[in-house]
């Protein structure tokens, strides 16, 4: 069964700081991966997105890594600011399917 | 470019009424997709439609639920004789088509049954 696991759950961390978030998957064969932000209230935004042969992708302060054999994500904020508080979602596609896998999503929160 | 277009954005029915929520794909998108989140949960997956087509509708309640994406207009996901447990918010995504293609996702109708 497919599956895209996210963690921590929720986070809190100081403005200005950094921060790292994980995502393991079993989708398999792998086609790609996206990174979403979805702020409260709002529909899911892309981040990133990545493809087997990429490890890496970076979108402002965002950057994106993916380690393909050990079937492994990242999403790395860089100097957090308030505005990043949001929920960001791993989500992952098999090859030939048109139905992706979403993890549930870590649940940031950036205090000033 | 208007992006994915949900309305309503907020919608409150009373338990036995029905809910319409419409998603308009963006320009040039022949495919939708419809989820369902309920607080402090993920995404859930409920439906998959290609212009006049049901292509998997594996994530929907067998009883009560339908979607439809007509040749012209909207797509519209309908709920009859809502509960309660209904109240979610629901997000409607739109692609160009294939695995590698980003989705785009509206903003949402926040459903509230009372």
């Known amino acids: 069964k497919n599956q895209v696991e996210q963690s921590p759950q929720s986070l809190i961390i100081l403005e200005g700081k950094n921060c790292t978030l994980q995502?393991?998957?079993?989708?398999?064969?792998?086609?790609?991966l996206r990174w979403y932000k979805q702020d409260t209230g709002r529909g899911p935004v892309s981040l990133t997105i990545?493809?087997?042969?990429?490890n890496t992708k970076s979108n402002g302060r965002y950057t994106a890594t993916l380690d393909a054999d050990t079937k492994q994500s990242s999403l790395h904020i860089t100097a957090s600011q308030l505005s990043d508080s949001a929920s960001y979602i791993c989500?992952?596609?098999?090859?030939?399917?048109?139905?992706?896998?979403f993890g549930r999503g870590t649940s940031l929160i950036v205090h000033p | 470019n208007a992006g994915v277009m949900q309305n309503p954005r907020h919608l409150v029915r009373r338990r036995g009424q029905e809910a319409r929520l419409r998603c308009s794909p963006m320009?040039?998108?022949?495919?939708v997709y419809w989820y369902r989140q309920l607080p402090e949960e993920g995404l859930k997956f409920m439906v998959y439609?290609?212009?006049?087509?049901?292509?998997?509708e594996s994530g929907m309640p067998k009883e009560r639920f339908s979607a439809e994406f007509p040749k012209e207009g909207p797509s519209i996901l309908r709920i009859q004789q809502v509960v309660r447990g209904d109240s979610a918010a629901y997000f409607c995504?739109?692609?160009?088509?294939?695995?590698?293609?980003?989705?785009?996702f509206g903003s949402g109708t926040r459903l509230t049954v009372v």
């Open positions: 995504a739109s692609s160009s088509g294939g695995e590698n293609y980003g989705y785009t």
């Open positions: 439609l290609q212009k006049e087509n049901i292509i998997d």
């Open positions: 990545m493809t087997f042969s990429e």
């Open positions: 320009k040039g998108h022949s495919h």
């Open positions: 995502c393991n998957y079993t989708v398999s064969p792998f086609s790609n």
């Open positions: 989500v992952v596609s098999g090859q030939g399917s048109y139905i992706p896998t």
